[in-house]
């Protein structure tokens, strides 16, 4: 696997990873709205609501999914000075602030009819858009530094920094009075969760995953080859495709 962090054979990779998971994000999505918006059955007590729980919980474990892969390839590449796990790292922050800000949004649809507000200073709100923040100001520090090698260490060290806000999301619903529901999948024990709602809700968050890392593959492609521009095997690859 080694091998794998060159970054010619990374790219070459890619392009051969890019048809299996683009094929694999469409027949997830299909499958999970399917199954959420036709077999699911309306909940007890929000009715047909409940329906965008399938496209708001995947969201909101993905923006903290990839806020880790995101500072943990930072933490990579400030350790070891690997290129790739920096432009991975800045592939990843605009496709996490992206589900952020889906999570954010179908949050506050869903809030409005549960809650009678379509925005409150609950503890998991307010926490998931400090996370929104967070990317905002990886993204907002790769833009700004001109050499892409600092760029990509300022932007590490502040990924690393905003880890601490992770563990806080995860258990504000814990460790704090809030209105947010509690956890009901990743609870010890068996999910508080009919499995009529658990496997649609499963089923749309490993859509959600393997979009993440077709679109993420496709943003690196472009960028290995504009940071390895000056080598002979770009050169080739530019030619071969010509």
């Known amino acids: 696997m080694y091998k794998y962090a060159s970054p010619r054979n990374f790219y070459h990779l890619a392009g051969r990873l890019l048809p299996w998971l683009t094929a694999a994000t469409v027949m997830l999505l299909l499958a999970g709205l399917y199954l ?6 309306p909940d007890y007590q929000q009715g047909e609501t409940v329906r965008i729980m399938f496209i708001h919980v995947p969201a909101a474990w993905m923006s903290m999914f990839v806020y880790v892969l995101m500072a943990g390839a930072g933490a990579v590449a400030l350790v070891w000075n690997i290129k790739l796990a920096e432009v991975f790292a800045a592939a990843c922050a605009p496709v ?6 889906l999570a954010l949004l179908t949050g506050s ?12 200073w609950d503890a998991r709100l307010t926490s998931e858009l400090i996370l929104l923040f967070l990317y905002i100001g990886v993204m907002a520090l790769q833009a700004s530094i001109d050499d892409p090698r600092r760029a990509a260490r300022a932007a590490a060290i502040l990924a690393l920094v905003g880890v601490v806000n992770i563990p806080i999301i995860h258990f504000s619903v814990e460790w704090w009075n ?3 529901q509690p956890a009901s999948v990743s609870k010890v024990g068996t999910p508080s969760i009919h499995a009529s709602i658990l496997i649609p ?3 749309m ?11 993420v593959l496709l943003r690196m492609r472009p960028a290995i080859l504009e940071r390895e521009k000056h080598t002979t095997w770009v050169a080739e690859t530019v030619e071969e495709s010509a």
């Open 36 to 41: 959420g918006l036709f077999v699911a059955p």
């Open 96 to 101: 996490g602030a992206s589900f952020t800000v």
């Open 109 to 120: 649809l869903w809030g409005k009819p549960m809650w009678g507000a379509w925005w409150v």
């Open 178 to 180: 809030t209105l947010h």
């Open 201 to 203: 809700l499963l089923t």
């Open 205 to 215: 968050a490993a859509a959600f995953k393997a979009y993440f890392f077709a679109v």
